[in-house]
């Protein structure tokens, strides 16, 4: 059998890394820019080492990459986020956010008996009995609630920081989206780490995986721009060759999978799909020459609805020696939201907010900066897991394909679930070629 990656981000390279153990099957992994990762991507600069999306794990010791760890023989260290600095602030008040219990307890954002009704939350979201995965979103359940305002803040926030999306969003997440997620994260001993030395470490190591199999290759720079069908198997073009295939794998945003099939037979199975929306942030990266301050290991601002984490307070290979590398999110309002329909003026403004957010408590960073990297528009989620969207399935019944990557059906959110659906995805086309290997004695 011979299959196809289109996507050479984490998910076309996780499903690579899996199908390269199966010996009667070759592949080749098709990447349109010249590195791989995708938005998952890291590059060095000025001794410093940036990544176009960042590197939290939320849940290591249940998430799919420590399955991947295991099964993949993946070697990478980690280091949790210290809990005690990771803080709220809300109106001119700075708190602990109620991460844990330890937390819960010293946060100023909830009187005493809030923090027992949130307590009682966690619990019954640790026990799988919250009443939250019957309603049809998180909104659904706070207007039926009874539960005061702050908590009904603190519910929004804590899902904007983990899904990194507004909180008007976090309203329109899925019961049962939330109560999954938390049940996995509140669970987990190991809340938020980050991969040392960023996805590069994965990556390198699934693409030498990959490489290691003599039966696959890895062709960078060479989008796929077409497809189509004949005697039996899918002809892929690209500017340099066609080829035929058995399987296609779709590693890629929905919304380049919809682009790449229009005029094809098979562009009216993505319909369904087509007007999903992403979850876009305002990403603002900072190495400094030294370390400015250290008060916090994440600073979450919910007036203004952005956040900056001391990345290096954590990963500290990322930077030179005596460095610091700062990264600010800001999230965003849909583009139809913005007022007036003046969206430079508004991503200005979340610009102007976050540089003084940085002033309030990364004083004299200014004076410091060796490296910096701003990008208003980043595509974190390819598809928001609102009500209102929907994720695209691994595969879709009476179409040849399958498909992955952070806007599929999988585990998890953000780069989770790229790994589970690449994941799944593999383990399908493995099950496919046992099967065809059975038909065949
Ligand atoms: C600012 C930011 C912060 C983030 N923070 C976190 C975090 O803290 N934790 C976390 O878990 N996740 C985080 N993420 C999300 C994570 O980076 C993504 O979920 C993950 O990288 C998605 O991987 P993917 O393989 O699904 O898609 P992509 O990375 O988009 O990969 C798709 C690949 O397909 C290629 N491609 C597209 N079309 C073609 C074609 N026609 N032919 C050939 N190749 C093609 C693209 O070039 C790309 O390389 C963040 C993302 C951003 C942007």
Redesign the pocket.
Known sequence: MKVAI?????????AAAYLSEQTSMKGVL????PQ??????TYEKAGFTL????????ALDRHTLSVMERELDLAFGSKQVDRRKVMYEKGEQLTPAPLDFVNLMKTDILTMMQKVRFVGEITAIIANIHQLKNYATLGDYLAESGADEDVKELWEHLVCSNF?ITPEDARRVPGTVISTYYHNLFLSNRPVNYVLGS?AVITNQLRSKTEQSSRWSIALQ????GIRYEQGKYVLK?KAREEMFDRIIF???VQ?VV??LRGTPWEPFLEPYEHNTATE?M?YDVGLSEVVARPFSYISDMNSKMFISDVSATDYTLVPEGGQLL?G?AYLNDESDAEGGDRKAYLEERTAKMEALFDRHYPGWRDCVAVKRV?KK?????VKNVASNRLLPNRIESMPFYF?????EGK???????FS??RAVAEQIAAELLQLQKVHK
């Open positions: 289109i996507g050479g981000g984490l998910a076309g390279l996780t098709f990447e349109r820019s791989l990762g995708g938005r998952a991507f990544n176009y999306g960042a590197h939290a794990i939320y990194f996805w060479e989008g796929v721009d690209t590693a890629m945003p380049q682009k790449l942030v990403v990264q999110i990008s980043a595509m974190v989620q390819s992955c990557g952070d806007g599929c998890g959110e953000l780069a989770e679930r790229a659906s690449a």
